[in-house]
């Protein structure tokens, strides 16, 4: 699959319709792929932050997402393929994953916010499984009981909404206890489907 380099980020080339791809064959296999979206933001926390930007690196795919990325893109003479955003790619994974039965586990954000978004999406694709939601605001001594609940949930897909780079620091130091087959970090996606 094709990358670039931009401030020393790998970043996939791919459409929106072969990342989807590549987090539902990710769902299905026992190993937990981690999979990331970096905007103009994310790439300047990327520049300040080594271990945000080595386990961004070390990511199944990192999505361009945004226009400041593309301007960067240009700048550097990349054609890039795709805006690859989680606002965009929620109802389109969740149409897949509805189709191929896969669960869905949510993550993130102020209490009540993740069910909300979850049951949104339930409505807009009725036979989605939405396993199940916690928030974002958990302490330390919490943490395994939180693995706990997703994995004992049989969701496939981890979303983590914890903003960057929390929930990718998050996902990188939980992985191998978590029985899911990818696990992506979302930012402020639960907030924007909850309303
Ligand atoms: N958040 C969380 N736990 C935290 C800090 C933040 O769940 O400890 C949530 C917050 O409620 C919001 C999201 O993480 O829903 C961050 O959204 P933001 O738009 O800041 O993230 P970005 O998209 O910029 O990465």
């Not at 981690?34 to 386990?55: G, L």
């Not at 001594?141 to 496939?156: F, H, L, M």
């Amino acid at each position: 699959q094709k990358q670039f380099q931009l401030f020393r980020v790998t970043i996939s080339n791919i459409t929106m319709s072969d990342a989807i791809n590549n987090v539902i064959n990710s769902a299905k296999t026992p190993e937990c792929d981690s999979y990331a979206f970096v905007n103009a933001d994310c790439m300047n926390i990327a520049h300040k932050n080594e271990q945000y930007r080595q386990i961004l690196n070390q990511n199944k795919n990192v999505f361009a997402d945004g226009s400041g990325l593309r301007l960067a893109c240009k700048f550097h003479r990349i054609a890039l393929k795709d805006n690859v955003n989680g606002t965009d790619m929620f109802p389109l994974l969740c149409q897949r994953a509805a189709e191929q039965g896969v669960g869905i586990f949510m993550l993130g954000a102020k209490p009540n916010i993740a069910n909300k978004a979850a049951e949104k999406m339930q409505q807009r694709f009725p036979k989605l499984r939405i396993c199940g939601s916690h928030d974002g605001y958990f302490s330390e001594q919490q943490t395994d009981e939180v693995i706990g609940k997703i994995n004992s949930s049989g969701a496939q897909i981890l979303l983590v909404a914890m903003g960057a780079p929390i929930q990718e620091r998050w996902i990188a130091e939980h992985s191998e206890k978590l029985n899911v087959g990818a696990a992506i970090g979302v930012g402020g996606l639960f907030d924007f489907y909850a309303d």
